[in-house]
């Protein structure tokens, strides 16, 4: 059975920082591309940041220069390092699995980051 399990979240002030962690069992990990999305009330979900297989990372331009998406296929986890957060960075922040090259996706339960002073 496939889990992907974030943890990490919580209530930070403007400008503190957060580092998420994704936790993956049931699947091959090193073999999947991982990404961190997040959806705030009353927007769509969207992509913050996604890391391939060898490694190579993209983010959102809104978080581009204070959020590092790295992994650890030793240990089959996913992390995100929130730095200078925003109120607007304030969401639920989902991990998400791509098997590239077919349809195969898997998504986590959600950790709540609430960005507030």
């Known amino acids: 059975q496939v889990q992907l399990v974030e943890s990490g979240g919580g209530l930070v002030q403007p400008g503190g920082s957060l580092r998420l962690s994704c936790a993956a069992s049931g699947i091959i990990f090193r073999v999947y591309a991982m990404g961190w999305y997040r959806q705030a009330p009353g927007k769509q979900r969207e992509l913050v940041a996604s890391?391939?297989?060898?490694?190579?990372?993209n983010y959102a331009d809104s978080v581009a220069g204070r959020f590092t998406i790295s992994r650890d296929n030793a240990k089959n986890t996913v992390y995100l390092q929130m730095n200078s957060l925003k109120p607007e960075d304030t969401a639920v922040y989902y991990c998400?699995?791509?098997?590239?090259?077919?349809?195969?996706?898997?998504w986590g339960q959600g950790t709540q980051v609430t960005v507030s002073s």
């Open positions: 890391i391939t297989t060898s490694g190579s990372t």
């Open positions: 998400n699995a791509d098997l590239v090259r077919s349809s195969v996706n898997h």
